[in-house]
């Protein structure tokens, strides 16, 4: 089975502080996301990487950077939270190249910026 | 610009009957389509997927319809039991592109 796991459930932040939230995947996957998830909004895209050291921005990656240094670990950076910031961020994998496109999420964090 | 539509936030539907969950899109790039199951505080689960060659494709009680030429697809689950009460989200891909657009998502909730 394909295990995706986030480093908190849960995380309660200031305003202004440096967030790092992390993702491990254990299935040798290629590519790596990171969504926030929002009432109304859906699931929407910040980066993902389809590589180690490579990068792309998804929709809405202002107010984040990531960083991909080992394969199996994805990291987002809130280089500054904000209020607006909060929500719950998912982490997903999948294969390279492969027809069904399906992505496997973690269970997400639920971070609140105060 | 939403690329991928699902204009019902919400859907209840009594146990046993026919739950129905569209979703729509604008995107004529799009030839890959699934959907994905959240129960909250987890991540959205893989539940079924259908290709633009196809027009419907089944898995037990979960069926998804494709009209191409309406950009319209629907997700059929029958009989709707309790354990389906969740948000789902559809979500739409092009060829090539490794990213997935989805959509709102609907709570459904099926009634005892």
């Known amino acids: 089975d394909v295990k995706v796991t986030q480093s908190s459930r849960y995380l309660v932040k200031r305003t202004g502080e440096k967030v790092f939230l992390e993702c491990v995947q254990d299935?040798?996957?290629?590519?790596m996301f990171w969504y926030r998830q929002d009432p109304g909004l859906g699931l929407r895209l910040i980066y993902f990487s389809y590589d180690v050291k490579m990068k792309e921005k998804g929709d809405i990656p202002e107010g984040y950077s990531v960083s991909r240094e080992k394969k199996e670990r994805f990291s987002l950076i809130l280089e500054s939270a904000s209020t607006n910031q909060t929500s719950m961020y998912l982490c997903a994998s999948s294969e390279e190249w492969v027809s069904s496109y399906e992505q496997y999420f973690g269970p997400g964090t639920r971070l609140t910026v105060t | 610009d939403q690329q991928v539509k699902q204009n019902s936030p919400s859907l209840s539907v009594q146990e046993g009957r026919i739950s129905i969950l569209n979703c729509d899109y604008t995107n004529s790039m799009f030839d890959y389509f699934l959907w994905y199951k959240k129960y909250p505080a987890e991540g959205p689960t893989f539940l079924i997927s259908i290709s633009s060659i196809k027009d419907k494709n089944e898995d037990g009680r979960f069926t998804v319809f494709l009209n191409k030429s309406a950009k319209h697809l629907s997700l059929h689950i029958v009989p709707s039991q309790p354990g389906d009460s969740a948000v789902y989200f559809c979500a739409a891909s092009a060829l090539g592109n490794e990213k997935l657009t989805f959509g709102t998502g609907t709570r459904l909730t099926i009634i005892p």
């Open positions: 299935m040798d996957h290629e590519n």
